[in-house]
């Protein structure tokens, strides 16, 4: 059964203060995931040593990966990638929007991989949205337009995932549901299992921010996020993962 993961790696910096690529790739390792979604990665940046941290990671894990750089400053570069052990191709990478009159938001982006999984091709989206609630609403808004999740490319089935900065209260959160399914959620609205899984903060994790949301065919079977010493110590947040199969729409 296939395993999908969406982790914000914090640029591999954990709660303790140690940057630590080692500890994300090991984190991800003890998961086992065949697709792994991560936010945060910082590539050639001074602050954490010019690692290429999404080339380290996959090289450490012997998966092939796809980088987009949300933010560009010269030769520094930070943002989101997703790997894979599995057969892919890069569909799409771009900005989101932003608001421009507000100084000091980061900018954001998203990545489309198409990945074989048993004879299927999956569509994957990565992202990682803004703060602001009305810039994450421009941001979803472009997500569902026909650039991604409208595009007639990101067809069933298919998963948008990453870590939304926001929880199921927020506008943003019902604009996805209202396309997607939420996969930690069962088709009356309640929990698959006993509760839902918060990854943030990764200590004491209370937030329910990272999502996986999928299309009709995937049947998603377990959804959790670890929470041994390693995972809350290695990132701000916890992994969030989830084993599912395609099946009929």
């Known amino acids: 059964m296939p395993r999908i993961m969406t982790y914000n790696v914090h640029s591999c910096r954990g709660v303790d203060g140690k940057l630590d690529v080692g500890r994300i790739a090991a984190v991800i390792a003890q998961c086992r995931p065949d697709i792994v979604a991560l936010q945060e990665l910082d590539v050639g940046r001074k602050r954490t040593g010019t690692v290429d941290q999404a080339h380290d990671i996959a090289t450490r894990l012997g998966m092939s990966f796809h980088f987009h750089a949300a ?60 703060l602001v609630p009305l810039e994450q609403r421009r941001q979803v808004a472009c997500l569902l337009g026909e650039d991604w999740a409208g595009n007639a490319g990101f067809k069933d089935p298919a998963i948008l995932l990453g870590d939304f900065n926001a929880n199921t209260r927020y506008a943003v959160y019902r604009q996805l549901c209202s396309r997607l399914h939420d996969a930690q959620v069962g088709l009356r609205g309640r929990p698959r299992w006993r509760k839902t899984v918060a990854t943030f903060p990764s200590r004491a994790p209370v937030l329910r921010i990272d999502h996986m949301f999928v299309s009709p065919s995937i049947v998603v079977e377990d959804v959790h996020a670890p929470g041994g010493p390693l995972c809350r110590s290695a990132s701000d947040h916890l992994p969030l993962v989830a084993d599912f199969h395609i099946g009929k729409a």
Do not use: C, F
Request: hydrophobic share 40%; aromatic share 4%.
């Open 71 to 130: 933010v560009k400053v010269e030769e520094e570069e930070y943002g989101d990638a997703i790997l894979t052990t599995l057969p892919e191709r890069l569909v799409r990478s771009g900005p989101l929007p932003t608001l421009p009159r507000m100084r000091g938001l980061e900018s954001r982006g998203a990545l489309w991989v198409a990945v074989e999984v048993d004879g299927v091709e999956l569509q994957v989206i990565n992202t990682h949205l803004g």
